[in-house]
Nanobody, 121 residues
Framework: QVQLVESGGGLVQAGGSLRLSCAAS????????MGWFRQAPGKEREFVAAINWRTYAEYADSVKGRFTISRDNAKSTVYLQMNSLKPEETAIYYC???????????????WGQGTQVTASS
C-alpha cells in the first residue's frame, strides 16, 4: 500500500504563486508515476500534471508555462510549483500515484486527501 499526503495549499491573490508537496510513504515506496489533479465545486476532477521516475512529465494545456512539476525520488516527494494562478483554478488539488504518466484518473491507484487552493480575484 501507498499513502499520499499533500501539503502547501492556501489562499493567494490572482497572479500569485503556491508550491504544493506530496509525500509518499508505505512499504511499496513511491509510485512510478505521480501526478496532480484538481476538482472545483460542481466540476469533474481534471488532470493538471504528472511525472515519472525518469522525470518525464506531461501537463494539461491550460497550465503549460505556468506550472512546473518536479520530483525528489530520495524523499519520495513530488512538487507542483504554480505561478500566475487564476481565480478559475480555485479547487481541491489531489496527488495521485500509478504506473504510468497519463491524464486519465482511472489509471491511478493511489490518491491523497487533497489540499485546497484558492486564488482570489
Amino acid at each position: 500500500q501507498v499513502q499520499l499526503v499533500e501539503s502547501g495549499g492556501g489562499l493567494v491573490q490572482a497572479g500569485g504563486s503556491l508550491r504544493l508537496s506530496c509525500a509518499a510513504s508505505g512499504r511499496a515506496g513511491s509510485p512510478y508515476a505521480m501526478g496532480w489533479f484538481r476538482q472545483a465545486p460542481g466540476k469533474e476532477r481534471e488532470f493538471v500534471a504528472a511525472i515519472n521516475w525518469r522525470t518525464y512529465a506531461e501537463y494539461a494545456d491550460s497550465v503549460k508555462g505556468r506550472f512546473t512539476i518536479s520530483r525528489d525520488n530520495a524523499k519520495s516527494t513530488v512538487y507542483l510549483q504554480m505561478n500566475s494562478l487564476k481565480p478559475e483554478e480555485t479547487a481541491i488539488y489531489y496527488c495521485a500515484g500509478g504506473p504510468k504518466v497519463v491524464g486519465n484518473t482511472g489509471m491511478y491507484d493511489y490518491w491523497g486527501q487533497g489540499t485546497q487552493v484558492t486564488a482570489s480575484s
